[in-house]
């Protein structure tokens, strides 16, 4: 079971990107520092996408947008229910609608 560890520091990333630039190879790097091979080349890969050289998934940019929509479409989802509820409720106590029947 793996252990969970605190991201690296994006200086500490930029750094390993900078010496598989400068000719190193991530497995080289891996051997020397802790991150495997596949995080150095997934780092090189989203440095690529932000920098515009791939296209093949989301930037940082646009990830970090996307989950500030879902959080804000999630508290609309939840506002709504309230407001909907609030509204039913209004409606029985003016009774514009029939009271519940508490027997089902």
């Given at each position: 079971?793996?252990?969970?560890r605190d991201?690296?520091?994006e200086?500490?990333?930029?750094k390993?990107?900078d ?19 596949q995080?150095?080349r ?7 996408r932000?920098?515009?050289k ?5 930037t940082?940019?646009?990830?970090d947008?996307l989950t500030?929509?879902k ?11 309230i407001?909907a509820?609030?509204?039913?409720w ?10 519940r029947d508490?027997?089902?």
């Amino acid at each position: 079971m793996q252990r969970h560890r605190d991201p690296y520091p994006e200086e500490f990333r930029r750094k390993l990107i900078d010496l598989v630039h400068a000719g190193r190879t991530p497995d080289e790097l891996a051997k020397e520092f802790e991150p495997t091979g596949q995080t150095i080349r997934n780092w090189i890969a989203q440095a690529d996408r932000d920098a515009g050289k791939r296209r093949d998934g989301l930037t940082n940019a646009e990830r970090d947008e996307l989950t500030r929509l879902k959080r804000e479409n999630r508290q609309l989802k939840i506002e709504r229910e309230i407001l909907a509820k609030a509204a039913a409720w209004f409606a029985r106590e003016t009774e514009a609608l029939p009271k519940r029947d508490t027997n089902s």
